[in-house]
């Protein structure tokens, strides 16, 4: 089993940057991918960025392009969500999960029901 803890959270004001910390333990060996998702209050969970352990391949939503960079660290096994020039509307509950099912052959790497190990969240607050 993969267990995920998410950590770096926190408020901050609108243009600021947050790094998020995804620590993963137990088999780690099994994962094939992880992605950042997040949920703000009344809203459904969206995709915000997600990495291909394998080639270190990285895919983002496009409201995060150019400000969200995911990255890993193999020898940790750590995933880490660089935020920069943050909004208020990234104000939400973000989560790392993970997949250990295999290869997304053309799947969306954003859908919700390809991971299959969550962590419990982190909260980001952009106040503006």
């Known amino acids: 089993q993969v267990q995920l803890v998410e950590s770096g959270g926190g408020s901050v004001q609108a243009g600021g940057s947050l790094r998020l910390s995804c620590a993963a333990s137990?088999?780690?060996?099994?994962?094939?991918?992880i992605g950042w998702f997040r949920q703000a209050p009344g809203k459904e969970r969206e995709g915000v960025a997600a990495?291909?352990?394998?080639?270190?391949?990285?895919g983002y939503a496009d409201s995060v392009k150019g400000r969200f960079t995911i990255s890993q660290d193999n020898a940790k096994y750590t995933v880490y969500l660089q935020m920069n020039s943050l909004k208020p509307e990234d104000t939400a509950m973000y989560y790392c999960?993970?997949?250990?099912?295999?290869?997304?052959?053309?799947?969306?790497?954003?859908?919700?029901?390809?991971?299959?190990?969550w962590g419990q969240g982190t909260q980001v607050t952009v106040s503006s």
């Open positions: 990495i291909f352990r394998g080639t270190g391949n990285t």
């Open positions: 999960a993970a997949r250990t099912l295999g290869l997304m052959y053309g799947g969306n790497w954003f859908d919700l029901g390809a991971y299959n190990r």
């Open positions: 137990g088999s780690t060996a099994s994962i094939n991918y």
